[in-house]
């Protein structure tokens, strides 16, 4: 059974500085791992997708990398914002039936 | 990217009455859609996984015949809650998949609430 692993759970950081989210996942055997983004109340917004054969992506202020083997990936969000602040999921898409394994998430608050 | 919507956006009933959240795929066909439900502050935990024309798969621990999935077409899937009590009360969201690509959608949730 695939188990996501988030730390910190909660991170707080002055605007402009750059930070890092973990994730840790148990089964390696993965087809993609995604981060959301969580604003409270609401939705989820997909943020990057790494494919199982990719290395890393990177969307504007966000990177994002994988890890397979060693079963980890990393957002680092570059010169942080206070429009950043939320929570910060990481899910990964295992298992025969392709189901998609949550972690508990990262919130995130960017102090102006 | 692919976009799913979900009906309703929120939702208040009393306990003992019946609700139906919508997902719908609205610009690709999904073969598989997923249902998940969050707690406050809790991940979202997959409950079911949805087929089109076939019975769906709930994940252990959720009563499939208090929470009905019907998915009757590549672009609809429901959820129907049968006869709700407060601790059903919580975040529903729904995801698609894009056929080949693996990668899931999600539709921006149904906030329930039992009264």
């Known amino acids: 059974k695939q188990e996501v692993t988030q730390i910190p759970a909660a991170l707080s950081v002055p605007e402009g500085e750059n930070l890092v989210l973990n994730c840790s996942f148990t089964?390696?055997?993965?087809?993609?791992l995604q981060w959301f983004r969580q604003d409270p109340g609401k939705g989820l917004t997909s943020l990057l997708l790494?494919?199982?054969?990719?290395r890393e992506q990177t969307s504007g202020r966000l990177n994002a990398s994988l890890d397979k083997s060693s079963g980890r990936s990393t957002l680092y969000i570059a010169a942080s914002q206070p429009g950043d602040s939320a929570t910060y999921l990481c899910?990964?898409?295992?298992?025969?039936?392709?189901?998609?394994?949550f972690g508990i998430g990262t919130k995130l608050q960017v102090i102006p | 990217g692919a976009v799913v919507s979900q009906h309703p956006s929120w939702v208040i009933c009393k306990s003992g009455t019946s609700v139906k959240i919508e997902c719908r795929s609205l610009?690709?066909?999904?073969?598989?859609m997923f249902w998940y439900r969050q707690f406050p502050k809790q991940s979202l935990m997959l409950m079911a996984t949805?087929?089109?024309?076939?019975?769906?798969?709930?994940e252990q621990g959720v009563e499939k015949d208090k929470f009905l999935i019907n998915h009757a077409s590549l672009t609809l899937s429901t959820l129907t809650v049968t006869s709700a009590h407060p601790e059903d009360s919580s975040f529903y969201i729904c995801?698609?998949?894009?056929?080949?690509?693996?990668?899931?959608?999600f539709g921006p949730g149904t906030r329930l609430t039992v009264l």
């Open positions: 790494i494919q199982s054969s990719q």
């Open positions: 995801s698609a998949r894009v056929p080949r690509a693996g990668e899931q959608f």
């Open positions: 899910a990964v898409n295992s298992g025969g039936y392709q189901k998609v394994t």
């Open positions: 949805s087929n089109e024309g076939s019975k769906a798969t709930y």
């Open positions: 610009d690709f066909q999904a073969t598989t």
């Open positions: 089964d390696s055997a993965i087809y993609n």
